[in-house]
């Protein structure tokens, strides 16, 4: 997708190690953030930023942890992955907050895999 | 908690045939609703956005139209197209609640359209 990309696309990873997932802007938006999606549960947010070093918690936080040191880039950590976080990741961003007309942009989504 | 509802979960329908999609929400104190469609394997694409002052909003052959006051928006396609086979997400973002806009998400419609 257009100014937002996610890497990596996929990754298989075992039980009980750390994983990083990031999220790289170049529309200059303030806000990002991560949902992870899972059938029956439609997408749920983890965590968001509203600025640099500025990140607060979503709907299902525990056991993940994010950063932005950067406005493009936005990280988020697994700190001990389990088999209950295999998901599809998505970062988003969007220009401003709560009443912002354009709305959101979705990144193509990481696929993880937690064996 | 605001929870969001789409139903069908899925819906088939042959060439050229009108159709509407629909989406509840619990909580009335929204800001705006917005419709996704999303393709198998990749990210989410914004549709329309409703702002909560609006009843509806149109681009195309889409038509959504939002009801605050009862918690629902439709999504109408017009003259649908093979093409149009995907699933649809609707979300609504919260009365400002500070930091972002948080999105609630239902479950989705997937769409398939027969030659």
Known sequence: ????????RHK???TGTPVTLRCHQTENHRYMYWYRQDPGHGLRLIHYSYGVKDTDKG???DGYSVSRSKTEDFLLT????????TSVYFCAISVG???DKFGYT???GTRLTVV | KQEVTQIPAALSVPEGENLVLNCSFTDSAIYNLQWFRQDPGKGLTSLLLIQSSQREQTSGRLNASLDKSSGRSTLYIAASQPGDSATYLCAVSPVFTG??????FGTGTQLKVEL
């Open chain 1, 1 to 8: 997708d257009a100014g937002i990309t996610q890497s990596p």
């Open chain 1, 12 to 14: 298989v990873t075992e």
């Open chain 1, 59 to 61: 709907e299902v936080s």
């Open chain 1, 78 to 85: 697994l700190e001990s992955a389990t088999s209950s976080q």
């Open chain 1, 97 to 99: 907050a709560v009443g």
């Open chain 1, 106 to 108: 979705f990144g193509s």
């Open chain 2, 99 to 104: 930091g972002g806009n948080k999105l609630t």
